[in-house]
């Protein structure tokens, strides 16, 4: 393998080369003189060139220098571009943000709230990926997750993004005319409730609050959907209870295509909240928090 060249000698070499002159390039370097002269003949003994003709009173390059001297003052021009850019991509809000997040958070929160960015941020791209995988966002390769408050991963840092949720259990007049109606979440054992189940595998379970104190309910039931969307097309064809948030199924309860049970008992969550692994972020993310963030 060719072995890297020296990037400080070439560097000194560029200012001796554009001060014509090693004691201004010395000063500039802040090194010695005698410094500056060693390293300059390390460059010319690796390279088997001389690239300066010295004399008393003058410096001048060699036509090897001449041609190092080109191809150098051009590298390094371009390398100071691209650092320029760089630092300007810092201070800009540019560039991807990946998002992972329920199809139903997409929906309510994200799109409507980012949409402004086609306005204010046009040089942001915008991933916004349904994953009800509950993923590790780090090894996942995505900026930022969304989750209900009590859902995020301990050392995350989370901002609330919505308010809190009702989740709401709901059937069909069809269903409950066929099998009645529970009293308790304990009766939902004996109800055919429509399952919930992760893309990690892991079956949702259903919250309540019995005598003040938190209740977990395992369901059991014929259907099993990945969707809430899905979980409310079923509970409208009669075919079970449903388990979903409130705000999802306001438009069926009003007309009456389903029927809200259980209301005493209800869960509230503490609302989505965007999360991300440490506060040092880009500054299209920080758009990004600042723009979901609930005031």
Not at 13 to 29: C, G, M, P, W, Y
Not at 124 to 130: A, C, D, K, Q, V
Not at 259 to 279: A, D, M, W
Request: with cysteine; proline share 3%.
């Amino acid at each position: 393998m060719r072995q890297q060249e020296n990037y400080n000698e070439l560097h000194a070499f560029l200012l001796v080369a554009q001060e014509s002159s090693f004691t201004k390039a010395a000063i500039k370097l802040g090194i010695s003189q005698s410094a500056l002269s060693r390293s300059i003949k390390l460059l010319e003994q690796r390279l088997g060139l001389q690239l300066f003709t010295r004399t008393t009173r003058s410096l001048s390059l060699t036509h090897a220098g001449e041609a190092l001297f080109v191809t150098a003052e051009q590298s390094f021009g371009a390398l100071d571009k691209k650092l320029d850019e760089l630092k300007h991509l810092r201070e800009t809000p540019a560039g991807l943000v990946r998002i992972s997040a329920s199809q139903y958070a997409i929906d309510k929160v994200l799109l409507p709230k980012l949409a402004i960015f086609k306005q204010l941020y046009p040089d942001i791209e915008l991933e916004l990926i349904s994953d009800t995988a509950l993923s590790d966002i780090i090894s996942t390769q995505f900026d930022a997750g969304v989750r209900f408050g009590s859902l995020v991963t301990d050392g995350m840092i989370s901002v609330r993004i919505d308010y809190d949720e009702e989740i709401a259990v709901v059937g069909s007049p069809d269903y409950f005319h066929e099998f009645g109606f529970p009293k308790t979440p304990i009766d939902l054992n004996n109800h055919n409730c429509l399952g919930y189940r992760f893309m990690n595998g892991g079956m949702y379970h259903w919250d309540f609050v019995i005598d003040g104190q938190p209740y977990k309910l395992k369901t059991q039931g014929q259907w099993v959907f990945s969707t809430d969307y899905s979980v409310i097309d079923a509970a409208k064809r009669g075919l079970g209870i449903g388990y979903v948030p409130i705000d999802m199924v306001k438009e069926e309860l009003k007309s009456g295509q389903l029927i809200h049970v259980l209301r005493e008992f209800s869960h509230t969550f503490s609302g989505f909240h965007l999360y991300y692994p440490h506060h040092n972020v880009s500054p299209a993310l920080r758009a990004v928090i600042d723009t979901l963030r609930v005031r």
